[in-house]
């Protein structure tokens, strides 16, 4: 099975701050990745799919990036909105979802 | 506008058996597989598996082999999901989720159900 893991699993940012959470996978994805966001007592959003497709709808401030093993999502400028859990998906072979990362007011 | 709505929250003994419903509307059924992912309280999410609404193909994550089973009803446009021989860490909430496509469970998902809660308690 493929592992995922995300860094850090928790961070605490400002509102206009540029955020950025790495995604890694224990094997090669190609760019068979998602991220998601997600609220509490809400179900995930996709934001972005294949690594860096921005899901539509989605703001431009969301950005997907990497392939292989290594992926990241940046937020070029927090909006309140964007205070959420973070996951990142695999979808190489078969589904596994990162850990999540929370983003929460500093 | 596409939806998936859910059926309401259960309750379940361990040992028993539940079965989620998610009815999808506002796309053709056919056209989008549905997967069921669950998320245990405070926890991340789990992948459980996959069904092709197209032909009824279906993939379950390894760790619920024999105890979880996907169907669907393409003339009500509804996917369910069973899960058997509850325990008490099946206690989650249990959500289906449209796929990006219909043929492959390794895939991403655009919309996603509003969740239904089980719990698992004697």
């Known amino acids: 099975d493929i592992q995922m893991t995300q860094s850090p699993s928790t961070l605490s940012a400002s509102v206009g701050d540029r955020v950025t959470i790495t995604c890694r996978a224990s094997?090669?994805?190609?760019?068979?990745l998602a991220w998601y966001q997600q609220k509490p007592g809400k179900a995930p959003k996709l934001l972005i799919y294949?690594?860096?497709s921005l899901e539509s709808g989605v703001p431009s401030r969301f950005s997907g990036s990497g392939s292989g093993t290594e992926f990241t999502l940046t937020i070029s400028s927090l909006q309140p909105d964007d205070f959420a859990t973070y996951y990142c998906?695999?979808?190489?072979?078969?589904?596994?979802f990162g850990p999540g990362t929370k983003v929460d007011i500093k | 506008q596409v939806q998936l709505v859910q059926s309401g929250a259960e309750v379940k003994k361990p040992g028993a058996s539940v079965k989620v419903s998610c009815k999808a509307s506002?796309?053709?059924?056919?056209?989008?597989?549905i997967s069921w992912v669950r998320q245990a309280p405070g926890q991340g999410l789990e992948w459980m598996g996959w069904?092709?609404?197209?032909?009824?193909?279906?993939n379950y994550a390894q760790k619920l082999q024999g105890r979880v089973t996907m169907t669907t009803d393409t003339s009500t446009s509804t996917a369910y999901m069973e899960l058997r021989s509850l325990r008490s860490d099946d206690t989650a909430v249990y959500y289906c989720?449209?796929?990006?496509?219909?043929?492959?469970?390794?895939?991403?998902?655009?919309?996603w159900g509003q969740g239904t809660l089980v719990t698992v308690s004697s």
């Open positions: 506002g796309y053709t059924f056919t056209s989008y597989g």
């Open positions: 998906q695999q979808y190489n072979s078969w589904v596994t």
């Open positions: 069904i092709s609404t197209y032909n009824g193909n279906t």
């Open positions: 294949k690594a860096s």
């Open positions: 989720a449209r796929d990006l496509t219909v043929d492959t469970a390794m895939v991403a998902f655009d919309y």
């Open positions: 094997q090669s994805i190609s760019s068979w």
